[in-house]
């Protein structure tokens, strides 16, 4: 059985880069001891890909298309193939005081920076050299690979591709349930930890009713044959009435005014009197 693009495989490999003969990467348990490559946070065994997803450089991932199964082969990549060449415009030089809270890093360090992987290249009074290249740039790739299995079983596929993304927790624990074209997955409690975000979709599907029970629109009656109202018979017979005035309002008659106080008068007289 040979492989084709969209497979799902395990794969084993050791990684070499050429140019120095250094082990930089493997899924074998004790070449990792071996090499001092080996975390005890990491799990070892065959690595899950998908065959033309781009999660293997892509130059390896065509030299896998048409090998047999368990057959060990040694693929050599230039860095146009492996992981590009190194761009000068990818180093910067960031101020030291960006550091503060995670610690002053040292060269080779691996670091993500304003949301990018980057590598310590340099640290000087004040300034940090990173690097934005891939720490395997430029150089010659020397793989040594076999494609021990090829994924079919749905369940299988969908707990390694779990995995992938939780490697923290054994991929057993989840639970894997399928209907027809639902899938429910029962996630176990100690990976909620690791899980930043949990998005939860609801979908509700609108019933459709059988084309024998839709119901056939009734024929509008035309309107010459539209029976009138009596009522509106009735009203149509009577004749119209004008419309009521509206009410004149009534003009008020002024008052008579009332004669000018004779203050002044009387107060000349008492004094003609005085005088008398």
């Given at each position: 059985?040979?492989?084709?693009?969209?497979?799902?495989?395990?794969?084993n490999?050791?990684?070499?880069?050429?140019?120095?003969?250094?082990?930089?990467?493997?899924?074998?348990?004790?070449?990792?001891?071996?090499?001092?490559?080996?975390?005890?946070?990491?799990?070892?065994?065959?690595?899950?890909?998908?065959l033309?997803?781009?999660?293997?450089?892509?130059?390896?991932?065509?030299?896998?298309?048409?090998?047999?199964?368990?057959?060990?082969?040694?693929?050599?990549?230039?860095?146009?193939?492996?992981?590009?060449?190194?761009?000068?415009?990818?180093?910067?030089?960031?101020?030291?005081?960006?550091?503060?809270?995670?610690?002053?890093?040292?060269?080779?360090?691996?670091?993500?920076?304003?949301?990018?992987?980057?590598?310590?290249?340099?640290?000087?009074?004040?300034?940090?050299?990173?690097?934005?290249?891939?720490?395997?740039?430029?150089?010659?790739?020397?793989?040594?690979?076999?494609?021990?299995?090829?994924?079919?079983?749905?369940?299988?596929?969908?707990?390694?591709?779990?995995?992938?993304?939780?490697?923290?927790?054994?991929?057993?624990?989840?639970?894997?349930?399928?209907?027809?074209?639902?899938?429910?997955?029962e996630?176990?409690?100690?990976?909620?930890?690791?899980i930043?975000?949990i998005?939860f979709?609801?979908v509700?599907?609108?019933?459709?009713?059988?084309?024998?029970?839709?119901?056939?629109?009734?024929?509008?009656?035309?309107?010459?044959?539209?029976?009138?109202?009596?009522?509106?018979?009735?009203?149509?017979?009577?004749?119209?009435?004008?419309?009521?005035?509206?009410?004149?309002?009534?003009?008020?008659?002024?008052?008579?005014?009332?004669?000018?106080?004779?203050?002044?008068?009387?107060?000349?007289?008492?004094?003609?009197?005085?005088?008398?």
């Amino acid at each position: 059985m040979v492989v084709k693009p969209g497979d799902f495989l395990l794969v084993n490999f050791t990684l070499k880069v050429k140019e120095s003969g250094e082990t930089v990467d493997t899924t074998y348990d004790a070449v990792a001891k071996d090499t001092h490559l080996h975390r005890e946070e990491s799990t070892y065994g065959p690595r899950f890909i998908i065959l033309g997803e781009g999660w293997l450089p892509k130059g390896l991932e065509d030299s896998l298309v048409g090998l047999d199964i368990g057959k060990q082969t040694t693929v050599e990549l230039p860095p146009d193939k492996g992981f590009g060449t190194r761009d000068p415009a990818k180093m910067r030089l960031v101020p030291l005081r960006r550091f503060r809270e995670q610690g002053v890093p040292s060269p080779g360090a691996q670091i993500e920076l304003d949301g990018r992987a980057a590598t310590v290249r340099a640290v000087g009074a004040g300034r940090v050299q990173v690097d934005y290249n891939h720490p395997l740039a430029g150089r010659t790739l020397i793989y040594e690979v076999s494609i021990e299995k090829v994924v079919e079983d749905d369940t299988e596929k969908v707990l390694n591709i779990i995995s992938k993304r939780i490697p923290e927790v054994d991929k057993a624990k989840f639970g894997v349930e399928r209907n027809s074209s639902d899938l429910t997955i029962e996630v176990p409690e100690e990976a909620f930890y690791l899980i930043e975000t949990i998005s939860f979709r609801e979908v509700f599907k609108r019933a459709v009713a059988p084309p024998d029970t839709e119901e056939t629109s009734k024929p509008e009656v035309p309107q010459a044959h539209k029976p009138v109202d009596s009522a509106e018979t009735e009203a149509s017979d009577k004749p119209e009435k004008a419309p009521a005035q509206p009410p004149q309002r009534k003009r008020k008659t002024p008052t008579a005014r009332k004669p000018a106080s004779k203050g002044p008068t009387k107060r000349a007289m008492m004094g003609s009197e005085s005088q008398r």
